[in-house]
């Protein structure tokens, strides 16, 4: 999800930001080491000599929606580092419909957010009164309606995602984004029939790094495989990324918080106020250093040296329309998904292993450690650039009411990155998207069917487009990936 306390550490709020001074053979040779006891408990475990220093354990709860195949487990990474991930076959044609990996945000912040609360199988609930108990509910807007979706925690430490040692932490988005191939890789080799369907990956929020970052070393190594078969590994079949509310190019993005906060239709303050005149001073002391990062690319001037609260302390930068109560994360949900995935029957079934940390949401520690190495500054559209002039397709969606990636500089860097369709893509016009005779929002793009790259401007939607508005975001999912028209 990327709550509201993680937005204060980095996201949002950069007018208080100053410089600081300072392969896989065929299956029938794969090596499956059969069920055994690994920290009491039973896994099924796949490796191969290909990928000497990895393995994957894997468990099949029945939790959540037990309708459907599911597996969860770990890709073990030289006993040292340890991703935890959560999968789900598609409720239709599991041997048809695309695979999907999705991402939340953070840095830090589990996917088990984007299950629970957004578009999994299950949404989390909670009985009324003081002693309520937590439990789960079919979701019929859950993406993996037509999708198999795979929910992936990581970098390590997100999540019941691990390291064993203080050397198998990972500080920025290049070094996770192998991590995350070295998991498709085993995951498409266990499970074969995945590894010719069409894959897309999705992210929300910091998933606006994690995404093209993970998609660039999916197309770069799928070119190497078609020039080098013998390396054993296989070729993933990608064919488009989708980033809502992103963070993706914070040169644009972040200045169009002022415009956000103080001119636009969701302002949170008066345009004359002292808020807003400081704010706009500081705006372009934060250009400055983002563009003194990308010359220099040093930790001196790509970490923030702080940040501080924002306009209104109460204010869900999540969603303006809201308030937060005594809940610092705004939601309550985010608390009853840490109670129920910490229950001792729900980490048995899923194989979380004895060593996981206890489950959180949102881990701050390792936010901290990506905001000090300066990757949060980094600007990632020209992974986005190669990766769409190469065919591989772009949806950018983002709800109107979330001030933190907001619309605003969404809708701007689509409009600015270089790419061959650029030119296409600023002549389109914005039309209407309907869904259920109600109009939904506003779409751009540019290319057949659902576009080559396309934008679209989610009403009534904050930060978490699926959890607010959950029949919109499943026709907008639904309508990308079988690549039909999202306008009318």
């Not at 979380?352 to 990506?370: I, K």
């Amino acid at each position: 999800m990327g709550f509201s306390r993680f937005l204060n550490l980095g996201l949002v709020l950069f007018a208080h930001m100053v410089p600081t001074v300072l392969g896989l053979p065929s299956v029938d040779e794969q090596q499956v080491l059969g069920l055994k006891g690994g920290n009491s408990m039973s896994y099924e475990y796949v490796s191969h000599p290909a990928l000497p220093e990895h393995s994957l354990r894997l468990k099949e709860p029945t939790l959540c929606d037990d309708s459907v195949k599911q597996y969860s487990g770990y890709l073990d990474i030289a006993q040292d580092k340890h991703l935890f991930f959560w999968f789900f076959e598609s409720r239709s044609s599991p041997s048809s419909d695309p695979l999907v990996l999705w991402l939340n945000g953070g840095a830090g912040c589990s996917s088990m957010t984007g299950l629970f609360f957004e578009l999994g199988p299950c949404n989390i609930n909670r009985t009324e009164g003081a002693n309520g108990t937590v439990f789960t509910s079919y979701n019929p807007h859950a993406w993996n309606n037509h999708a198999n979706v795979i929910f992936l925690d990581q970098p390590v430490e997100t999540g019941f995602s691990f390291s064993s040692s203080k050397s198998g932490h990972v500080k920025t988005t290049p070094e996770a984004a192998l991590d995350v191939y070295a998991f498709l890789q085993l995951f498409v080799h266990r499970f074969e029939e995945y590894s010719t369907q069409p894959f897309h990956i999705a992210g929300e929020s910091y998933g606006g790094h994690f995404v093209p970052h993970i998609a660039s070393v999916v197309h770069h190594k799928n070119k190497e495989i078609i020039h080098a078969p013998s390396a054993g590994f296989r070729r993933l079949n990608l064919e488009s990324i989708l980033l809502g509310n992103a963070l993706t190019d914070p040169l644009i993005q972040m200045p169009s918080v002022v415009g956000y906060a103080c001119d636009g239709p969701f302002a949170v303050l008066s345009p004359d106020s002292p808020q807003c005149r400081d704010l706009r001073i500081r705006g372009p002391i934060c250009e400055r250093m983002i563009k003194a990062c990308h010359a220099l690319n040093t930790r001196a001037v790509c970490a923030p040296r702080r940040s501080t609260a924002g306009p209104s302390a109460k204010r869900n930068f999540h969603d303006v329309r809201l308030f937060c109560d005594t809940n610092p994360d705004c939601y309550n949900e985010g608390h009853w998904i840490e109670e129920y995935m910490n229950r001792p029957q729900v980490k048995e079934a899923l194989g979380v292993d004895l060593n996981a940390p206890y489950f959180v949401g949102c881990n701050t520690d390792l936010l901290v450690e990506f905001m000090t190495q300066g990757d949060g500054m980094q600007d990632t559209k020209s992974l986005v650039t190669e990766l769409v002039d190469e065919g591989i397709r772009l949806l950018v969606y983002a709800g109107n009411t979330d001030m933190a990636c907001n619309y605003l500089g969404n809708s701007r860097w689509v409009a600015e990155f270089p790419s061959v369709h650029k030119d296409a893509f600023n002549e389109a016009e914005y039309l209407q998207w309907t869904v259920s005779n109600r109009q939904a929002g506003i779409v751009r793009s540019a290319g057949e069917g659902a576009g080559n790259v396309t934008y679209i401007t989610v009403f009534e939607a904050g930060h978490m487009v699926p959890h607010d508005q959950p029949e919109a975001a499943l026709d907008m999912f639904e309508r990308w990936i079988h690549n039909a028209p999202l306008s009318d």
